[in-house]
């Protein structure tokens, strides 16, 4: 990662509120949210049940639109993108975990990790080589044939990570991707993705309602009642400055 590109915005929320409407009642499921994820951040999203985390990632992830505020990815405002243009950003620069794996059962863990590629319509050859080498990176060389139900939950969990850095995106999302976890593969996801972040320059922003996992952030954002009430990115900075 080239140093002068350390801590360039990569999504930048201004004003982002997000409410749910039901037959009868309105819920406010994020409220005034101003938020800059940069590159190279290692950041988890933490609070209770309720706290808004997953609807933020889902923001962030642009995967839901917000009520009201303004929201840029790399510099362009994506007030007046086409749904197209959202798709584009989903699988060319944002990977995604998801707390259920998400995996495809009648594909092996290799053509698994190949899936965003090939949307995105790159060579046979190329996939190949890259969810080989992926594969190993991860610790799966031996098992990249074998489909998802011969794997464990944390083996599994690896090959959604596997997927989800393939084609090296800006930034990865993970939605509580410990959670269906034993606290042994809990630790392993987490040593991996610290790894990844630090050696590969991996951006990361995840989400957690427990301590151990939100203690390996090097970023806390913390949420109550769909505000930030609290944001160690300023101390961040400061560090590597």
Do not use: W
């Amino acid at each position: 990662m080239a140093e002068q590109d350390t801590f360039a915005p990569i999504v930048q929320l201004r004003g982002i509120s997000k409410v749910f409407r039901q037959k009868h009642q309105s819920v406010n499921a994020l409220n005034g949210i101003d938020l800059t994820i940069r590159r190279g951040d290692f950041a988890v999203i933490a609070g209770p049940s309720g706290s808004g985390k997953t609807t933020l990632l889902n923001i962030v992830g642009l995967l839901d639109t917000a009520t009201s505020g303004q929201l840029s990815f790399c510099n362009r405002a994506l007030a007046q993108a086409s749904l197209a243009e959202l798709a584009r950003i989903r699988r060319d620069e944002i990977g995604f975990v998801f707390q259920a794996y998400n995996l495809m059962p009648v594909l092996s863990a290799a053509e698994n990790t190949e899936m965003v590629m090939e949307f995105q319509g790159r060579p046979a050859a190329e996939r190949r080589k890259v969810s080989q080498e992926v594969l190993s990176q991860l610790g799966l060389k031996a098992l990249m044939h074998r489909f998802p139900d011969q794997l464990s939950g944390g083996q599994q969990q690896r090959v959604a990570v596997a997927r989800a850095i393939a084609s090296r995106p800006k930034l990865v999302i993970a939605d509580e991707p410990t959670a269906n976890l034993d606290s042994k593969s809990a630790r392993n996801l987490m040593d991996l993705m610290v790894r990844l972040n630090e050696e590969e320059g991996i951006t990361f922003v995840f989400s957690s309602h427990d301590p151990q996992v939100i203690g390996r952030g090097k970023r806390v954002i913390s949420l109550h009642d769909g505000m930030i009430v609290a944001d160690n990115a300023a101390e961040q900075v400061h560090a590597f400055a």
